[in-house]
């Protein structure tokens, strides 16, 4: 079935280890973003990519870090992670830009 | 200000009646607009878009969209247990590719 795919499903961390978030999509679409998920404060985008080979800074950039070396996968990295990390990681993608996003399944992160 | 806003809820309806969610946006050139549901512990799923303003029909759900007064529903008619859920509101952000959502609203359909 034709998707997102992000893993792992769930982590418990330690704060101050580093972690990258998996995110592949088989749907060729060239936009690709994460957002954090968090109650009371909705989505919040965190980082984007407009296409392969670009990324730039959403609403909640720091502490996060992203590449996009292909159009299939956009890796998301805490490269020391903090409690105000926990949440849930939700990576999505568009194509054509501008009709909707398709959600992969999330990833719920705690870290501790 | 938020960019964008629902009440929290939660808005109970009971089963078959019309459940009307909200929402207001701040950006007056916004042109596109979306309803998202998400179930408890699951990904949000797209169920409605609107791109002008009136009505946008699609089996019991209905989109109406008002630029003029920068304000966006969903309307589900004969609501069942099933539509149970948070109704998540997104504006595209104009000239960019990325969306704002509300904190959405949770709906309750009570059997």
């Known amino acids: 079935t034709a998707g997102i795919t992000q893993a792992p499903t769930s982590q418990i961390l330690a704060a101050g280890r580093s972690m990258t978030l998996r995110c592949t999509q088989d749907m060729r679409h060239n936009a690709m973003y994460w957002y954090r998920q968090d109650l009371g404060l909705g989505l919040r985008l965190i980082h984007y990519?407009?296409?392969?080979?670009?990324?730039g800074k959403g609403e909640v950039p720091d502490g996060y870090s992203v590449s996009r070396a292909n159009t299939d996968d956009f890796p998301l990295t805490l490269a020391s992670a903090v409690p105000s990390q926990t949440s849930v990681y939700f990576c999505?993608?568009?194509?054509?830009?501008?009709?909707?996003?398709?959600f992969g399944s999330g990833t719920r992160l705690t870290v501790v | 200000q938020k960019e964008v806003e629902q009440n929290s809820g939660p808005l109970s309806v009971p089963e078959g009646a019309i459940a009307s969610l909200n929402c207001t946006y701040s950006d007056r050139v916004s042109q596109s607009f979306f309803w998202y549901r998400q179930y408890s512990g699951k990904s949000p799923e797209l169920i409605m878009s609107?791109?002008?303003?009136g009505d946008k029909e699609d089996g019991r759900f209905t989109a109406q969209l008002n630029k003029a007064s920068q304000y966006v529903s969903l309307l589900i008619r004969d609501s069942q247990p099933s539509d149970s859920a948070t109704y998540l509101c997104?504006?595209?952000?104009?000239?960019?590719?990325?969306?704002?959502f509300g904190t959405g609203t949770r709906l309750k359909v009570l059997a």
């Open positions: 990519s407009n296409t392969a080979g670009t990324t």
């Open positions: 997104a504006v595209l952000t104009s000239g960019t590719y990325k969306y704002i």
């Open positions: 609107i791109y002008s303003n």
């Open positions: 999505a993608s568009s194509d054509p830009q501008g009709v909707g996003y398709t």
